[in-house]
């Protein structure tokens, strides 16, 4: 079985600060791990996903995820905040099959 | 080219009536997912097609809820005697591939209202 906790339904931090946004997962075959992000009144797009390989993912506008199969864990951040980060956050989880589980989301807002 | 495509974009149904909801996948992408998305609740999966392969109902809430997909493409989402609890944002998704490491790209969801 698969599932997906994001710790924080909602975060707040000034703009220019560090971004943290916490992922853990649950899953029993090797997983594939994502982030999406949703602003508002759009759909859901891929901010980056992991894999295989290198644990430290980076994906687009400055953010990165690293994988930590010990922790099972998948924390997205961003060293420095901009306003247009605000928007909702989704950490989902796949392997066997072709579903995925999503998270209840983190809304992020950033505060100038 | 086009993304995904989803319509309409918001449905005010009354209690007990029937919807139908619209999907329209990127040409070429043989999997196609709906979600349901609720306050608070995350995205739900509710149904998986891939190609010509039986559908993946497993996450249908009752059989109120069907879904077809014709010819490999559009789908259709129909909720039947709409509860009040259907109310949500209802979204599809579509991949290329089989694989289950491929990005999903949405649509903008349908924003389903229950009176």
């Known amino acids: 079985a698969q599932s997906v906790t994001q710790l924080g339904s909602h975060v707040s931090v000034s703009e220019g600060a560090l971004v943290l946004l916490r992922c853990n997962y649950s899953?029993?075959?090797?997983?594939?791990l994502f982030w999406y992000v949703q602003y508002p009144n759009q759909g859901l797009q891929l901010l980056l996903k992991?894999?295989?390989?290198?644990?430290l993912v980076k994906g687009i506008n400055g953010f990165e995820a690293e994988f930590k199969k010990s922790e099972t864990s998948f924390h997205l951040t961003k060293p420095s905040a901009h306003m247009s980060d605000a928007a909702e956050y989704f950490c989902?989880?796949?392997?066997?099959?072709?579903?995925?589980?999503f998270g209840t989301g983190t809304s992020l807002t950033v505060i100038p | 080219g086009a993304g995904v495509s989803q319509s309409p974009s918001n449905k005010v149904t009354e209690k007990g009536k029937d919807v139908e909801l619209r999907c329209d996948p990127i040409?070429?992408?043989?999997?196609l997912y709906w979600y349901r998305q609720s306050l608070g609740q995350g995205l739900e999966f509710l149904i998986y097609?891939?190609?010509?392969?039986?559908?993946?109902k497993s996450g249908l809430p009752s059989d109120r809820f069907s879904a077809e997909r014709t010819g490999g493409s559009v789908s259709t989402l129909t909720i039947q005697r709409t509860q009040q609890e259907d109310s949500a944002v209802y979204l599809c998704?579509?991949?290329?591939?089989?694989?289950?490491?491929?990005?999903?790209?949405f649509g903008p969801g349908t924003r389903l209202t229950v009176l």
């Open positions: 998704a579509s991949t290329q591939g089989r694989s289950s490491y491929n990005e999903q790209f």
């Open positions: 899953s029993s075959v090797p997983p594939y």
């Open positions: 992991y894999t295989t390989g290198a644990t």
């Open positions: 989902a989880v796949s392997g066997a099959g072709n579903q995925f589980y």
């Open positions: 040409s070429g992408h043989t999997a």
């Open positions: 097609f891939q190609g010509n392969s039986a559908p993946d």
